[in-house]
């Protein structure tokens, strides 16, 4: 034995000369209740360690034993059986501590109290009402049974019935009661089947049957094979008796005709009867009997399956024998701890009971520490006169409660004892019991684990996910800056035709180039709001929001969403596309975010890229064949739709109204509005070679050609702004193209090479450009792709690497004249605003209509874009 | 100087005797309300203060005929307080002591130690002293000492001088009284006890002894001479219905029946408690085959076994000396005992369901079973012992099939089984114990006879779980039931020792073995015969009748059998034979549980006959 055993001593009373063998009991709550053997009964508070009262009986005390309640205190002296309410004692205790002396209350116990008046009471048992008593007359035991009232403090016991068993004479016992005098106590204990329902005394207080060292529940096949079918068929309990003189009796209580019959004799004197688990099965009830005789004999008393006959299971007596003498012991769930007066020793009875058939079964293996295991160990605590019955502290050490020869209490501590036992052998149908329960519990176990498990996935999973929302969300904070973000988003538009309706589609893709994995949870927000709006719109930002959750985009791939855009003629463009990411919380949490109402809306919102719809990207261009048609025909579309016909002729006669003033409305031919761009040729070649290098090998070729082809085609097809139009796949390899904007009109774009210079300058000094020239009877669509016209070459312009400055006189003539222009321009609008804000003889249209003259003036002669 | 001081203390000892003399008959006036028990504490209170006084007088003053007539009265006290409390040695002691100072105050040599000589010579020598009566007083409890430790003899010897006893001591005692009238504070000290009424119920118990004690020596007559004699005398109620009732016992045993019923009807009469007269006239009904009578003298016994006073009668009132500390010889208690209100209760129920009484029956029967689990049972001496308790469960099971409550009685049977079955052995031998044998083999024959027993309860349980299913009219689970029994006796090797009629030996476990074997093979082969399965049917039949030939089922069913299955002419011989056994055999010995079943298929005997006439033709043609 390796631990040590810590000894407590809680306090030291002397004590000389008893008469009976000592004990100490637990009871009323934390009180012990220490019986010397005198007339005294101290009352020792574990709780507060110290002594509280002393309970002077008339007689020496030689048994105590407290109701089922622990309410009522019975105490056998030599004068009969007295009875103390815990009630009682706790006002004396509580008005001694009132007094605030430290010295214990003495409790004077006086014959009022008297229970039973039987002399010579050496032993007690409560079993539900029933009181027992043990008594030694000349040359018998008289084990009388009373009728307990519940109330009993007052009144008196009514006596039931009463048994003599003759009393074995025994040279040990009379040798040694000459010399000592002191009267052994005999061995009273109340044996229960497990199966049996609990005490009805005892099932009427609240709590479950505590069993105590002198309550046992045995388990049901070995109670009916020591006790009998008819005590368990009348569930009865059974009262096992260890006498001095060594036999160990029982009888059952609540069955009638019984008398006490000998289960087994020592031949020496029964010291202690408890029972033990020792098979480590919760079965709430005990597997076997242990009686300890003085000179250390120990008989085990267990179900033997298989009897000698072949014949089902038989009680087994297994007798042992320990180095004695042993004064007092107390079992536990599987040991047997007991002190020989110089020495306190453990025993344990697994070990024990089962050596012989351990040796039997694998002999080389464990014969050794069944060996090391038989032989009792020490715990080197001496001189221990009475045990408590032991109790395990939250550590799991079994502490046991002590009294001393010297009178001291102690608490011993023991140390913890590994677990190594092997298996142990059940008797068959207990096996198919414990067996189920284990599967049982197994499954339990397996259940509670997956749980748990499944719990730690989800949240690792979601560590993992939140981990990846993270990363990407600094990424975007980190790139919303910088041009080249990892993630964004590219759209393409596209015309279609539904129901007789053209609409604009915008496919918008989310490109995920980032190393992390959009998860579940995110959701592709689209904003389109108009960069320009009708003032019919009120005001506000006509914005319309799309939103596409989607379940996972991994590294590398990208998301297609379609969204409508516009129908025709209903939008005004340029349009702002802002895209953003948002994840929302609740998604991360899944279902337990439901728990959190402040969850539900929180949401981090990253932005994307900004993407523009121009009037460029929403142009539908027409083949030539259909640019034909359209140039003779205008209005008269194909028959089918006559209604949308109507419908736009009536539009056009509207805005052509709008457009060109009173006065041109009745005309069949509308007025053509027009603007254009010149862009430097060379710039456009430059430009187009850098562009087509990294994208078509044959390009080039083709491009330079024709430049002002080609530079209609990039303007028509090139992906500004990340967004390109649908229309690729055509060829326009055209220098005119008719197309229809999103409003319904007819556009024409021309592009063409134009030599600009001065006439003055010579030859070598003029420049070749590319001149592309929009027309259409509708100034919105003028100006729309206009506008569109110059951000892309704006961008071109950015693109291409600076030049010398070869062409610095062109620039410079350029600049004057387009100064001169807006000089004259300027004079002609503050004229306008002038007559405007005297009101002299102009009306309103009149001033409208210079004031688009202006307008037009700007727009129609070009700066050249070198 | 010191003869004052002796007086002196004497005075002192007289004023406290005065004392507790006076509390004591206090006491016992008060009686009647004031329990037993603390009636009995009382007693040993007195007890135990006359000790005291009487210690101090024997250590203290010399044996002076002054002072005799005090201490003598003393010592009446202390000793009949003593005998009150059945503590009769240390009576007897006291009164040896005082009778030696008797002696020595007298002066004589010592006498002879025969009793009936001491006492004569000692009356002799006191014969003219003041102290004479105070010596009688001592005699009369000498008398009560001898009557209690049944020393019949003695007192046989001494009776004349005993009874004579009444008569000096009544005339005395009114000399006495006299004086007491005289003045109340005269010295002459209180006794507890009249002697008087002393005497008188001396004089009854001692004849009730005697007669008790010539009845179980064979001499009827005579012992009925003396109880007539004491049924004269004045007497508690109690005991002159002893006396009718020993009357009626001795008539009985003169195979006088009809006039020993007389007499325990007198002694019922007399003393509502005397039970044991229910009890024997209820014997007697059985003996007369008067089965009604016998049933509503069970049902009176069991209800006035359960009165409250009937067990513990209590202490009448001015006696201080209950009948019960003289009367304690063993014959008489034989002839006063009674069976516990649980065997009357289950003889009563038996009867019942024996003689048609099923319902009534089944209730008695559930009430013993109700009062086995209540919690006042504990461990009554029952005398004769009731069944064990598996028995008592598989009779009630029984009743409660026989009166058709075949769930309550698989209910009982499943307990039974339940609580055996983890204990029944793999197998086992039998072996019939020799007279001889039987002593030496002790603890391990027990054993082996407790699995014995427990296999036949597990056998007969499941044989009623059988019945129950037949009555259910559910074969299948019926053969189930039966084969369960079947297997479980078929683990039982039978070891021949003796004769062969071990068989018919009713009781033993071979009987018991022999009687589940045939009826389970019956009940299985009945089960077979009505799923249509013949042959099963008829094997398991024969079978039946080889081991149970008494079976009137099985043979029915036999030849019902062999009809089917056209073998008409054995079938007509099968129930000849099975019919002319019925006539023969009884089953009054076996327990309900091993009858033959009420409530199964029955074959309609008139209807069998038909059908045997109708063969009788084709026979002969």
Known sequence: MEGRCAVETWAEFGFSGTSCTPKVQLGFGTDVFICTGSDEVYVFSAKERKLTAVLQFPGPVSDLVESHDKQVLFAACMSGVY??????????????????????????????????????????????????TLSQRDTSWILTLYNCPKQSASSSCESLTSFSLPLVSSVVQDDDEGKTGVRRRPVLICVCSGDATPLPSSSTS?????????????????????????????????????????????LP??????????????????VFVGASAVMKMGLGHAQCLVAVGELGRVVLIKTDKGGPEGGGNTAGFTERCVPGPVVCGCVDKNCLYYSTGSDLLRLDLSEGLFGQEGQERNEETSSKTDAARQSPTSLSVCRVVALAEPAHNPAGEVELLGLSVRGQIQRITLPLEKEDTGLSKMPSTQVGRSVRDLLSAIGDVCDRASMLKTGIKSKNQILK?????????????????????????????KWSRLLQKDSLNLTCVLDNSSPYVLEHGWTLSVTVFPLSYPPSAGGESPSTNFSFPFHSLPAGESLEVSLPLAAAG????????????????????????????????????????????????????????????????????????????????????????????????????????????????????????????DEDPQGPKLALQNVHVSLLEW?????????????????????????????????????????????????????????????????????????????????????????????????????????????????????????????????????????LAVYRELRENPLLII | MCQYWWSFTLCTVVTFQFAFTFLFQQQERGAEAVSHNQNQTHQRWCLSEFHKLSRKIQGGIPPLVDHAQSELTVVYNTCLCSAALSQLSEAELLLSQATERVIQMTGDDPISSDPPAFWR?????????????????????????????????????????????????????????????????????????????????????????????????????????????????????????????????????????????????????????????????????????????????????????????????????AALLSPSVLLCSQSLNRLLSVPSALSVLHSLAQKCVLYGRVSEGVEYYLDLLAALHSDDQHGVHEDPPLPRLPELYLEAGAALLTARRPADCMALCDEVVGTTLEL????????????????????????????????????????????????????????????????????VHFKKKGDADMVGKQGTNLCILQRLKGLSLAGRGISFSQTDQLREALRDLHLSLQAAPDCVGAGLWCGEVLWRLGRRQEAAACWEKTWSFTAQSSVEGLRLYLQEPQTGPLLDSTELQHRIQELGPTLSA
């Open chain 1, 715 to 851: 303007l028509l097809s090139e992906g500004f702004g990340g967004v390109r139009t649908g229309h690729q796949g055509d060829k326009m390899s055209r220098s005119v193209i008719h197309a229809r904007g999103p409003n319904g009109h007819t556009v024409k774009l021309t592009a063409k090479e134009v030599n600009v210079g001065e006439e003055s300058v010579g030859k070598e000094e003029s420049l070749t450009t590319v001149e592309v020239q929009v027309e259409s009877s509708s100034i919105a669509a003028v100006c729309g792709l206009h506008h569109a016209m110059l951000r892309r070459v704006q961008t071109l312009l950015q693109r291409v690497p600076e030049r010398a400055a070869s062409t610095k006189s062109i620039r410079s003539l350029g600049l004057r004249r387009a100064l001169q222009r807006a000089e004259h321009l300027l004079q002609q609008i503050q004229q306008i605003r002038v007559s405007g804000a005297f009101g002299v003889g102009a009306s309103t249209g009149q001033m409208t209509r210079s004031l």
């Open chain 2, 424 to 491: 029944l052995p793999e197998k086992l031998v039998l072996e019939e114990p020799e007279e001889t044998s039987e002593i030496e083999t002790g603890a391990v024959g027990a054993e082996g006879e407790d699995r014995m027993r427990m296999l036949l309860w597990t056998g007969a349980a499941y044989l009623l779980q059988g019945h129950c299913h037949t009555h259910l009219r559910d074969w299948k689970q019926a053969v189930t039931h039966y084969t369960r029994c079947i297997n479980l006796l078929v683990k």
């Open chain 1, 253 to 270: 209580v609540r069955l009638a005709g019984s008398r006490p019959r000998v289960l087994h004799n020592l031949e020496q004197p029964v």
């Open chain 1, 465 to 493: 996910h939140l981990n990846q929302v993270l990363n990407i969300s600094f990424l975007l904070v980190a790139g919303t800056n910088s041009e080249e973000n990892l993630i964004r988003c590219h759209a393409t538009t």
């Open chain 1, 206 to 250: 609240s709590s479950e049957v505590t069993l105590t060292d002198r309550h046992i529940r045995l388990e049901p096949v070995l109670f009916k094979l020591l006790f009998g079918v008819d005590a368990a068929l009348a569930k009865s309990p059974v009262i096992l008796c260890g006498l001095p003189d060594g036999c160990l009796c029982f």
């Open chain 2, 121 to 317: 010579t000692l009356l002799k020598s006191v014969g003219n002293t003041t102290f004479n009566s105070s010596v009688q007083h001592l005699l009369c409890l000498q008398w009560a000492l001898w009557l209690a430790k049944c020393q019949l003899k003695t007192i046989q010897e001494f009776q004349d001088e005993l009874f004579s006893l009444s008569e000096t001591l009544s005339t005395e005692l009114g000399d006495d009284k006299r004086s007491s009238e005289r003045g109340k504070s005269s010295d002459i000290p209180l006794l507890v006890m009249d002697p008087r009424r002393l005497i008188e119920l001396l004089q009854t118990c001692t004849f009730i002894a005697q007669g008790a004690e010539r009845l179980s020596e064979g001499q009827s007559s005579e012992a009925l001479s003396g109880l007539q004699k004491a049924s004269s005398l004045p007497a508690p109620r109690m005991l002159l219905a002893y006396t009718h009732h020993l009357s009626g016992c001795c008539l009985a045993s003169m195979s006088c029946p009809q006039m020993a019923l007389q007499c325990y009807r007198k002694a019922v009469e007399t003393d509502s408690r005397c039970v044991c007269a229910l009890y024997q006239s209820l014997l007697i009904y059985r003996e007369l085959g008067n089965t009604q009578a016998e049933i509503q003298a069970l049902r009176l016994l069991h209800s006035s076994l359960l009165l409250p006073s009937a067990t513990e009668p209590p202490l009448a009132g």
């Open chain 1, 83 to 132: 009875c103390v309410s815990s009630q009682f004692l706790l006002s004396r205790v509580q008005s001694s501590l009132a007094d605030a002396s430290s010295s214990p209350s003495e409790l004077k116990i006086s014959s009022e109290f008297l229970l039973v008046p039987e002399e010579g009471v050496l032993s007690l048992l409560l079993v539900g009402s029933v009181l027992l």
């Open chain 1, 570 to 693: 209903v939008a005004s463009f340029p349009m702002t596309v802002s895209c953003s990411l948002i994840f929302s919380l609740s998604s991360l949490l899944g279902e337990e975010a439901a728990n959190f109402k402040g969850l539900q809306c929180s949401c981090i919102s990253l932005p994307l890229n900004t993407l523009t719809v121009d009037w460029l990207h929403a142009l539908q261009v027409s083949s030539p064949i259909d640019a034909q048609k359209m140039a003779t025909s205008q209005c008269n579309n194909t028959a089918t739709d006559t209604i949308q016909t109507f419908l736009n002729s009536r539009r056009i006669k509207c805005s052509g109204r709008g457009e060109g003033g009173g006065e041109n409305a009745s005309k069949p031919k509308r007025e053509q509005f027009s603007a254009s761009v010149r862009v430097l040729s060379e710039l456009v070649r430059d430009m187009l070679v850098v562009k087509s290098s």
